[in-house]
């Protein structure tokens, strides 16, 4: 009843006429919607892309695209997820079914809550938010191939990309922008630089990044693990400990190196990455600089599930293992 919670002690003396009070504005002021509003919605260039998907949609093959994208095509993909999932359900496709090329400058959310079985490559750059959200599919960006500068010296994609992920994989090469990973929970990615907060509330999912991070990283992570090449000696002054509950540990299990180079050596096969194909040629060398980053809670957690499964702790990881 509404009236209970009217006359409830905790509402007597609130004053709210402000928020009712009709504002003083000229006739010629509208103070409601009063004229029907065009998002574009009916121009995404995902209509297109769901169109030319039929055969994949139907399960009558895989299909294979090469699109041009400007900054103002948003949420590319996303709605051709949904109709993934509307038809296959949670598991998707089988891997790379849909096979998508784009070339410009992707707009925000590039890839959001892409699905299993899509596969979206851009040759170019991408706005904030790509992967947010990911669900089983896989994003690949990479500079131009004519492109004159050092990838891994410059931004391939802005901020809080991979927010909320839940699986997939994502290979960048290039630096990223603030609040890399934040909140993902199963998502594997590479990337070759980051801004701040990288991996902030992580609870799932891989991440290695080749190259230098901006501060407060790992602030709020409780889970998944982090794998940082550390360029300049100076990693450790950049990772928000939490009072000790972060730690920093040396690659050396052999479990984390196998992941580890596999996710490296896609990165390299996907994106032509230089910067990759330099670690992986002088491991013995490149090995010792990794620094492992994980939660002491879930370091504990993933020990205990192993010794419950009677497996070496180590092992627990591999379930991470891109498939």
């Not at 998907?53 to 399960?59: D, K, P, Q, R, T």
């Not at 925000?108 to 809550?113: E, V, W």
């Given at each position: 009843d509404v009236r209970d919670a009217v006359d409830h002690w905790k509402a007597r003396g609130v004053d709210v006429s402000i928020l009712l009070e009709k504002p003083n504005v000229p006739p010629t002021v509208a103070t409601r919607c009063v004229q029907a509003q065009d998002h574009g919605l009916s121009e995404a260039i995902d209509y297109h892309i769901i169109d030319e998907?039929?055969?994949?949609?139907?399960?009558?093959?895989?299909?294979e695209l090469h699109l041009p994208i400007r900054n103002s095509n948003r949420t590319v993909g996303t709605m051709l997820s949904g109709e993934v999932a509307k038809r296959f359900g949670e598991e998707g496709l089988p891997d790379d079914t849909i096979r998508i090329h784009f070339t410009g400058s992707a707009g925000?959310?590039?890839?959001?809550?892409l699905a299993h079985g899509i596969t979206l490559t851009l040759e170019g750059d991408a706005n904030d938010y790509l992967g947010k959200g990911l669900s089983g599919g896989k994003i690949i960006a990479y500079p131009p191939r004519d492109a004159t500068f050092e990838p891994h010296e410059n931004i391939i994609a802005g901020n809080t990309l991979l927010y909320g992920a839940t699986s997939g994989e994502v290979y960048l090469r290039g630096v990223v922008g603030e609040r890399f990973a934040v909140r993902n929970s199963g998502a594997r990615a590479v990337v070759e630089g980051t801004g701040d907060h990288c991996c902030e509330y992580?609870?799932?999912g891989v991440v290695v990044v080749l190259g230098i991070t901006g501060r407060n990283f790992a602030a709020g992570m409780s889970g998944g693990t982090a794998f940082v090449l550390d360029w300049d000696g100076r990693f450790f002054t950049r990772v928000n400990r939490g009072h000790g509950s972060i730690l920093l540990e040396p690659l050396t299990d052999e479990e984390d190196v196998a992941i580890v180079k596999e996710l490296i050596a896609r990165h390299r096969d996907y994106t032509g990455s230089r910067r990759a194909a330099e670690v992986l040629e002088n491991w013995p060398q490149m090995q010792p600089r990794f620094v492992k980053v994980i939660s002491q809670e879930y370091k504990q957690l993933l020990a205990e599930l192993a010794e419950e499964a009677g497996e070496a702790g180590s092992d627990a990881i591999a379930a991470q293992r891109p498939t």
């Open positions: 998907c039929a055969a994949a949609l139907e399960g009558r093959g895989t299909v925000q959310s590039f890839g959001a809550f992580m609870t799932g």
